[in-house]
């Protein structure tokens, strides 16, 4: 068995665990145990457990809100790494501030990268900032959000990439963290650049401008929330959508009402909502969502996963992609 001591020593012995359950850390509650687990508490831990892993030649995965991944049934074999850095605060202001605390025209705004997304939601509404308050009801942290571009109505942009100026990433090619600009992430629908490099985000800026009706601010967040509650299913083990949506070429092809893009809707169609295997069904409220309903192992989410796939394939020739992330092996 390897001697991990020299990377317990630097991260402090109490504060790296083996063989650690991983189920505990996702949303889908499924997943083997990490040979060893750190929660970074702080951007500097996270970029000390990052450079460790690096320098100790170790593979390592950093988890986020576990939001968006399958965990492999035999765990991860390397290091974990929890990402816990949060934080959040204004970093610079445009405009000028009268007696009354009126008069921002936008505001750049700060968060470290384990911040959940929606606290930076909660943050920029309660500032009086527009533009993130879709994040309010979006789980997961704002560097797993950075990775998938988390969004909400595609269509009136609501990205979250779409506010972010720069970010520090820790690259483990190279062992060093580099500061990088808006245009470096190549933000498209479920898309940035990250997925392939790997590099991990540390910290993050966001611009966002001066609401001129804050009140409503919260509202809007609210009516997202309730209306999620409406077509989600909610209170469940799962990762949320398990497809990306199709392309606007595929709908065409494929003259899906409206031109719908939507891969529940395709999975609807296919006869699968509420199919079940094992411990793991299609949520019968959205078919995107696969549920974990009790004890289900990866292995059972990979097995509806090929089914959905195959049958896209057989009757609209469609290759669905997934939007969740997998850790460890498959
Ligand atoms: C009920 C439910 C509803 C959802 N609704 C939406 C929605 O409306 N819109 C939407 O966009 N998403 C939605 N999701 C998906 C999820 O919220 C997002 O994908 C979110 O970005 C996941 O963040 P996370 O921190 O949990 O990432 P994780 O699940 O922890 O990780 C996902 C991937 O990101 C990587 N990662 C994590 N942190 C970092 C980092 N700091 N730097 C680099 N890579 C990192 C991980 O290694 C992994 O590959 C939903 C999920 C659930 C469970």
Same mark, same amino acid.
């Given at each position: 068995?390897?001697?991990?001591?020299? *990377?317990?020593?630097?991260?402090?012995?109490?504060?790296?665990?083996?063989?650690?359950?991983?189920?505990?850390?996702? !949303?889908?509650?499924?997943?083997?145990?990490?040979?060893?687990?750190?929660?970074?508490?702080?951007?500097?831990?996270?970029?000390?457990?990052?450079?460790?892993?690096?320098?100790?030649?170790?593979?390592?995965?950093?988890?986020?809100?576990?939001?968006?991944?399958?965990?492999?049934? $035999?765990?991860?074999?390397?290091?974990?790494?929890? #990402?816990?850095?949060?934080?959040?605060?204004?970093?610079?202001?445009?405009?000028?501030?009268?007696?009354?605390? +009126?008069?921002?025209?936008?505001?750049?705004?700060?968060?470290?990268?384990?911040?959940?997304?929606?606290?930076?939601?909660?943050?920029?509404?309660? $500032?009086?900032?527009?533009?993130?308050?879709?994040?309010?009801?979006?789980?997961?942290?704002?560097?797993?959000? *950075?990775?998938?571009?988390?969004?909400?109505?595609?269509?009136?942009?609501?990205?979250?990439?779409?506010?972010?100026?720069?970010?520090?990433?820790?690259?483990?090619?190279?062992?060093?963290?580099?500061?990088?600009?808006?245009?470096?992430? #190549?933000?498209? !629908?479920?898309?940035?650049? *990250?997925?392939?490099?790997?590099?991990?985000?540390?910290?993050?800026?966001?611009?966002?401008?001066?609401?001129?009706?804050?009140?409503?601010?919260?509202? +809007?967040?609210?009516?997202?929330?309730?209306?999620?509650?409406?077509?989600?299913?909610?209170?469940?083990?799962?990762?949320?959508?398990?497809?990306?949506?199709?392309?606007?070429?595929?709908?065409?092809?494929?003259?899906?009402?409206?031109?719908?893009?939507?891969?529940?809707?395709? *999975?609807?169609?296919?006869?699968?909502?509420?199919?079940?295997?094992?411990?793991?069904?299609?949520?019968?409220?959205?078919?995107?969502?696969?549920? #974990?309903?009790?004890?289900? +192992?990866?292995?059972?989410?990979?097995?509806?996963?090929?089914?959905?796939?195959?049958?896209?394939?057989?009757? !609209?020739?469609?290759?669905?992609?997934?939007?969740?992330?997998?850790?460890?092996?498959?």
């Amino acid at each position: 068995m390897e001697d991990f001591t020299k *990377i317990k020593n630097i991260l402090g012995p109490l504060r790296v665990f083996e063989n650690e359950p991983l189920y505990k850390y996702t !949303y889908f509650k499924i997943g083997g145990s990490a040979r060893l687990f750190f929660e970074a508490k702080n951007v500097e831990d996270l970029k000390l457990a990052l450079e460790t892993a690096t320098e100790h030649k170790i593979p390592f995965v950093v988890l986020g809100g576990g939001a968006n991944v399958l965990v492999s049934d $035999q765990g991860f074999e390397g290091l974990v790494i929890r #990402n816990r850095a949060e934080g959040v605060k204004l970093v610079g202001i445009k405009g000028t501030i009268n007696k009354i605390g +009126k008069g921002i025209k936008s505001a750049l705004v700060w968060t470290a990268s384990g911040t959940l997304m929606n606290q930076l939601g909660r943050f920029t509404m309660d $500032q009086g900032l527009e533009g993130l308050e879709f994040l309010l009801s979006i789980p997961g942290t704002v560097g797993g959000g *950075i990775k998938i571009n988390s969004h909400f109505e595609v269509e009136k942009g609501e990205f979250l990439g779409n506010r972010l100026v720069s970010a520090a990433l820790f690259d483990s090619k190279t062992g060093q963290v580099k500061n990088v600009d808006h245009e470096y992430f #190549n933000f498209a !629908y479920d898309h940035s650049k *990250i997925q392939k490099t790997g590099e991990v985000v540390l910290e993050a800026v966001f611009r966002l401008d001066n609401s001129p009706d804050p009140g409503a601010l919260w509202q +809007k967040a609210m009516d997202n929330v309730k209306r999620r509650n409406e077509e989600q299913p909610v209170g469940v083990a799962c990762s949320g959508c398990t497809f990306r949506n199709i392309s606007v070429q595929c709908a065409k092809r494929l003259k899906t009402p409206n031109l719908t893009t939507s891969a529940g809707y395709i *999975i609807e169609s296919l006869g699968l909502k509420g199919t079940k295997i094992d411990g793991v069904q299609i949520s019968t409220h959205h078919a995107n969502f696969i549920i #974990n309903t009790g004890g289900a +192992k990866a292995s059972d989410v990979i097995q509806l996963i090929k089914l959905i796939k195959e049958k896209a394939k057989r009757t !609209y020739n469609l290759d669905l992609k997934e939007e969740i992330f997998y850790v460890g092996n498959f």
